[in-house]
């Protein structure tokens, strides 16, 4: 099949990747014509098959589809979804092949759970405000459990709150214990209605205040009320039955059939109208704007982007497309000009290849060989790897040496044929590109690109040195390729790992992959010994392998030995010592599993006359298919970084166990720069501050802005647990987005999956979970590219201002002493890295009245003399807790003082970062006590007493037969006894009062 004939075919299932994320994580989705495609949802291969999931995932997306049109006012809806399948699964006429489609850049993942969310939906978000997140998360059994749109409504409206976060990047505006535990509050003072209000958006809820013990199965009204606030636990309860609310869909109250909308800022339409007082995440991240503001500003929309349009109902229907996943074949493109015998650059790449073929590649998978100099030249057409005569045949097909020119496009055209080769259609096929120049022969990158993107693959591309082209980047975007860099200094290794990611990337079990445990390149002297060692951790152990390779002779150059944790030496009289001099390569290959613990080695350079450059690369399979390994993966802000326009580079790194994150480690990237510069090691950290969204979930991040010019940058991702802290999370919350039921059913929720639905009301904590294992793991994090600097610039130079404190909170306050405690993360000098030169921290009247005008000069400017804790002039290190304790006044007689902070960083070259969050500090000369638990004269209330008491018609008198029948009829016939705490007597009315008043219903004789 030629390569047109191959283009043809895939067009139609070929899924064109965008640049809306900025993360070099690739995204297919796009926004045309009002309707959304390019979205891939994927199933893990640990889910059944069951073909009734795949209904589910139609029905879910069929829905929301509708209810995204109107939510967005008739300018967007779900035109074209492709559902992944596992390879496990039996394979169906109708399943296609699956193009560029992969499980680990899909959009929706279908998959087992994450313990901090589970059985909830969630979204996973690495970036703020405004930014794609990585994907939506669902569990199979939330999928096709009845009881999930019994709780939680229709799917469809679960998932559009899910798009929101995804597509948009809003966050949650409930108060939410576990994605924003610090920040976790249910009431607020607004300064407007002069009361304590519930957190929500928008204002015209309607709710109760009421306090739970699921310990004791009761619940009764909080002490207390709007003037004066509430007892501590206490939860802002919304009803069920509501009149004139709209809004908001990222409140989590879309079961509520009236929830139709995303929150505005037009104050004419009260019911849809946002809160900006509201104390809860979307607001801290989103500087208070509301969702329409947001997605006015979102690529998708801005400028009048798909405007409003008129469709059918059938219209509103997106089309669907299945694939499955099939088997991974690669074509290695290997650059074999003149330039390549620069500093043993050629002889690095065949050792690489060589160690690939023979231990990396996984039998089943399919390898061809293309080299280019004047022209693309085919080695080895696609060779299916069964055996070790398979894997000699590419040995052999491995080109002898390198001269000639640069034809990058040639090659790639060539590529395309091997992956077509005896019919087979390209798409999904992955061309792994290693280049150490720029293109000199025609076709060039832009004469073919079109071509290569319309047949499907996918393109890695490897930049050998900082001399390498600067589109190899862009080619591995525009295809949903990786990008690495390999500086060819000491102490990188991205070489080895380039080749062994294309083993990870077709549906590959956990079990099954290949973790690499270290990963360097070393410099001996003329007959040195060095050593190092590894902590081999018990998820590990299985075809375990320490690689080896020299650059300067084609003789045995290094003699390597191993220590096991008994103290055994491993040496050359070992069988599994092997040596190939042809491709200079040492490997020692240890069978069954390995014992865990400390493993030592030592290489020694066996000339005595010259230095010898030496790569090391150590890995291992899990321990067996039960055992699920720890995983660490990254991804940076972006594989083309606008330094020129103040932007840092951010990497990202999560770490988990399955689907479990695993937080408090030692997670560090270690950077290399062009222009001869020392590497810059950096911690990364979880924190929930600096560019870290989300704390304890397990992705660890940072800036990095010490630049040095134009060039590659490249990342090498460090692990370790920390000396025993790190911990796997493996709690299920206490609370998140809240079902909309009467309280009464509140403790005798079901169980999804195994998992119990979340309680209202537990206060947030800690993440708990088990001790992680001893545990080391080192990869490549990835590679970006600085293409120009800002006017002026020299290494070293102050370019980035002071870091934006996102996580500004009122830890404390003290109506006695008239004191308020604001607690932080301090920020750096440069972003999040060193250390500010002073604070300014303001206070106004109410957050709103900060947001009408954000000039300091307007409020009042803390000075020292108001400081009792804290000095503005000495900010600590970045990463560290700032408190301070701040003096503020309190009118006479009153009984509530409210104020409004906000802070900022200035550095010691003037720079100035922006203004932080807006926090809202009440002071109360009154807090009402605790009550009690459970009622001291009762040991609890039926189900059906308790039915009784919530099902009062609202604003009614009900005889006491009436309260019988009611009770009977809503009664759940449950043996548990469930208490409501407060005991209603014949003649007693419940009596309706506004919503905005936060205080829903009114006991009153």
């Not at 319309?454 to 082209?469: C, E, K, M, P």
């Not at 699920?628 to 020129?644: D, M, N, Y």
């Not at 062009?674 to 590497?679: Q, V």
């Not at 408190?883 to 906000?902: G, K, L």
């Amino acid at each position: 099949m030629g390569l047109r004939s191959a283009v043809v075919t895939v067009a139609i299932l070929l899924l064109v990747h965008s640049n809306v994320d900025a993360l070099t994580r690739p995204s297919s989705i796009r926004l045309e014509n009002n309707g959304y495609t390019g979205i891939v949802v994927a199933i893990h291969n640990n889910v059944p098959e069951n073909d009734e999931l795949i209904e589910r995932i139609k029905y879910m997306f069929t829905e929301g589809s509708k209810y995204l049109y109107e939510a967005t006012r008739k300018r967007a809806y779900f035109d074209k979804v492709t559902i992944l399948v596992p390879k496990t699964w039996t394979p169906k006429p109708e399943y296609q092949l699956p193009g560029n489609v992969t499980f680990d850049y899909a959009d929706v993942i279908v998959a087992p759970p994450n313990p901090r969310w589970a059985p909830l939906q969630y979204t996973k978000q690495y970036q703020g405000c405004g930014e794609q997140g990585i994907h939506i998360h669902f569990l199979e059994s939330f999928l096709s459990d009845p009881n999930t749109e019994l709780y939680y409504g229709p799917l469809g409206r679960m998932l559009v709150h899910e798009w929101g976060h995804l597509r948009w990047g809003l966050f949650d505006e409930y108060p939410d214990a576990v994605g924003d535990p610090d920040n976790y509050q249910e009431f607020y003072f607004s300064p407007i209605t002069n009361q304590f209000e519930g957190v929500r958006c928008s204002y015209d809820y309607k709710a109760v205040p009421l306090i739970f013990f699921p310990d004791n199965l009761f619940y009764r009204e909080c002490n207390g009320g709007p003037d004066v606030g509430y007892e501590d636990g206490c939860v802002y309860y919304v009803i069920v039955n509501q009149d004139d609310v709209t809004s908001s869909i990222m409140y989590g109250t879309y079961p509520l059939e009236l929830i139709a909308n995303f929150c505005d800022d037009d104050e004419t339409n009260e019911s849809n109208l946002h809160n900006r007082e509201a104390p809860n995440k979307h607001n801290r991240l989103c500087g208070r704007r509301s969702n329409w503001e947001v997605l006015r500003d979102h690529v998708d929309f801005q400028g009048d982007k798909n405007p409003p349009r008129n469709m059918t109902e059938e219209e509103l229907v997106p089309e669907f497309t299945i694939v499955q996943h099939k088997d991974i074949r690669v074509v290695l493109l290997m650059d074999t000009s003149g330039s390549m015998t620069t500093d043993n650059r050629f002889s690095k790449m065949i050792s690489s290849s060589a160690n690939y073929i023979s231990s990396i590649v996984t039998d089943g998978s399919y390898i061809g060989i293309v080299e280019f100099n004047y022209v693309g030249i085919i080695l080895k057409n696609l060779t299916l790897v069964t055996s070790d005569d398979d894997r000699q045949a590419l040995l052999e097909s491995l080109p002898p040496d390198a001269a000639g020119s640069t034809a990058i496009g040639d090659g790639l055209l060539k590529s395309i044929e091997v992956l077509s080769y005896g019919g087979r259609n390209p798409a999904g096929g992955i061309i792994l590109l290693i280049s150490d120049g720029d293109e000199r022969e025609a076709p060039y990158i832009d004469d073919v690109i079109d071509d290569v993107t319309r047949s499907g693959v996918i393109v890695d591309s490897l930049a050998f040195t900082q001399n390498a082209d600067s589109k190899l980047f862009k080619l591995s975007d525009a295809t949903g390729g990786k990008s690495f860099f390999y500086s060819n200094e000491p102490g990188s290794n991205t070489l080895y790992e380039a080749f062994a990611s294309t083993m990870e990337r077709g549906d590959v079990r956990d079990a099954d992959k290949r973790v690499q445990l270290f990963g360097t390149s070393w410099t001996l002297v003329a007959s040195e010994t060095r050593e190092g060692g590894i902590f081999m951790d018990n998820t590990l152990g299985r075809k375990t392998e320490f690689a080896f390779s020299w650059t300067t002779t084609d003789q045995l150059a290094i003699e390597v030995t191993l220590t096991d944790p008994n103290g055994t030496v491993i040496n050359s009289t070992y069988d599994g010592y092997g040596v190939d001099v042809t491709f200079r390569l040492l490997t020692i290959k240890l069978p069954g599993v390995v014992q865990p613990g400390a493993w030592e080695f030592a290489v020694r350079n066996l000339d005595d006359s010259d230095d010898e450059e030496v790569s090391i690369t150590i890995s291992s399979y899990p321990a067996s298919d039960d055992v699920e390994p720890i995983i660490v993966t990254s991804e940076l802000s972006g594989s083309i970084t606008a330094f020129e326009r103040g932007e840092p580079l951010v990497a990202y790194a999560e770490l988990r166990q399955g689907f479990s994150p695993i937080i408090y480690a030692n997670v560090y990237a270690t950077i290399e720069r062009p222009g001869g510069y020392d590497p810059v090691q950096l911690q990364l950290l979880d924190n929930g501050a600096g560019v870290d969204v989300t704390k304890n979930d397990g992705v660890y991040s940072r800036t990095f802005t010490d630049f040095t010019g134009v060039g590659f940058y490249g990342i090498k991702i460090d692990v370790d647990n920390n000396n025993g802290n790190a911990v796997v999370v493996d709690t299920a919350p206490f609370s998140k987005a809240r079902p909309i039921i009467s309280p009464d059913k509140v403790f005798d929720l079901p169980t999804i999956g195994g998992f119990e639905i979340p309680l209202p009301g537990t206060p947030p904590e800690e993440p708990k979970g088990r001790s992680a294992p001893y545990f080391s793991r080192g990869i490549s994090g990835g590679s970006s590219r600085v293409e120009s600097e800002p006017p002026g610039f020299t290494p070293g130079s102050d370019t980035f201002p002071p870091g934006t404190v996102i996580d500004l909170r009122v830890s404390a306050s003290s109506f006695e002493n008239a004191t308020v405690t604001l607690a932080w993360t301090a920020p750096g000098d440069d972003l999040d890295n060193g250390a500010a030169s002073r604070y300014e921290i303001v206070r106004a009247t109410s957050i709103l009245a900060w947001q009408n005008d954000s000039t300091p000069e307007s409020h009042y400017v803390i000075s020292a003399d108001d400081i009792i804790q804290g000095n503005l002039s000495e900010p600590q290190d970045y990463g560290q807790r700032e408190v301070y304790v701040i003096q503020v006044p309190i009118a006479e007689n009153a009984t509530v003082a409210s104020y409004a902070f906000v802070l900022r960083a200035f550095d010691d070259a003037g720079l100035v970062s922006r203004f932080s969050n807006a926090v809202q500090a009440t002071l109360r000369e009154y807090v009402p006590p605790s009550g009690p638990s459970k009622d001291p004269e009762k040991e609890g209330l039926t189900g059906g007493q308790i039915a009784m008491i919530v099902c009062l018609t609202v604003g009614g008198v009900l005889l006491i037969a009436v309260l019988i029948v009611v009770g009977v009829k809503c009664a759940n016939s449950k043996e548990k006894k469930v208490d409501s705490g407060k005991e209603k007597k014949v003649g007693e009315t419940v009596e309706e009062v506004d919503g905005h008043a936060n205080n829903a219903y009114t006991v009153s004789p």
